[in-house]
């Protein structure tokens, strides 16, 4: 299934839940009356999140409704942003960082399992239909290259090993945490270093 485009089989309605209601209740207030509208994007995040992490036409026309403004804005704007999805991704939607500093420490061989182990083509469901992945351009990670980003969260400091453990608990819906996969908190360095006179001569 690609994912390019549109998506086909749209559904015909969409609403915030209730919990998400309240959410743009908040939002809104952080905007004069008058320029309510400027609250799109967080609402296009929320209409994502809502609906397993892609935005239905429903969605936008909803947005619209609820800002007042021309459901062409709304589409312009969903349409602009890579980072809104327009069709089904899956339940986890990993983005393989292959600019050079991660390419060079190792994301190829990231892109070789999500093909063998998530689906043979990026912008593909999985044959269990709770993923899919696509290469992107820097995360702003690279010190901590090679890296992937699922949904929201960063996985860091990665090799072969523990892509293929990321990966595999995805596809099981049970998640490994994000952050460093070589223990670094942030980005620290990995092993204390001594603040010695040697490491300023
Ligand atoms: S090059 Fe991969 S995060 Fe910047």
Not at 54 to 62: D, F, N, V
Not at 108 to 116: P, R, S, T
Not at 160 to 171: G, V, Y
Request: proline share 6%; charged share 25%.
């Amino acid at each position: 299934m690609s994912l390019k485009k549109i998506h086909d089989d749209q559904p015909k309605e969409f609403k915030f839940s209730n919990e998400n209601l309240k959410k743009a209740e908040e939002i809104l207030k952080k905007y004069p009356e008058a320029n309510k509208k400027s609250a799109v994007m967080p609402f296009l995040y929320l209409a994502q999140k809502q609906n397993d992490n892609w935005i239905p036409l429903a969605a936008m026309k909803y947005i619209a409704n609820f800002l007042s403004m021309p459901y062409i804005s709304v589409y312009e704007v969903a349409t602009f942003y890579t980072m809104y999805n327009l069709a089904p991704v899956g339940k986890y939607f990993i983005q393989v960082c292959t600019t050079t500093p991660c390419l060079i420490r190792g994301a190829d061989k990231i892109v070789k399992l999500c093909k063998k182990n998530v689906s043979p083509n990026e912008n593909e469901i999985s044959k269990k239909g709770n993923c899919s992945w696509m290469e992107v351009e820097c995360l702003g990670a690279c010190v901590s290259a090679p890296m992937i980003q699922i949904n929201e969260n960063y996985y860091e400091d990665l090799d072969e090993k523990s892509a293929k453990e990321i990966i595999d608990s995805i596809i099981k819906d049970n998640p490994l945490k994000p952050g460093s996969y070589r223990g670094r908190k942030n980005t620290s360095p990995e092993k204390k270093q001594s603040l010695s006179e040697e490491n300023y001569a």
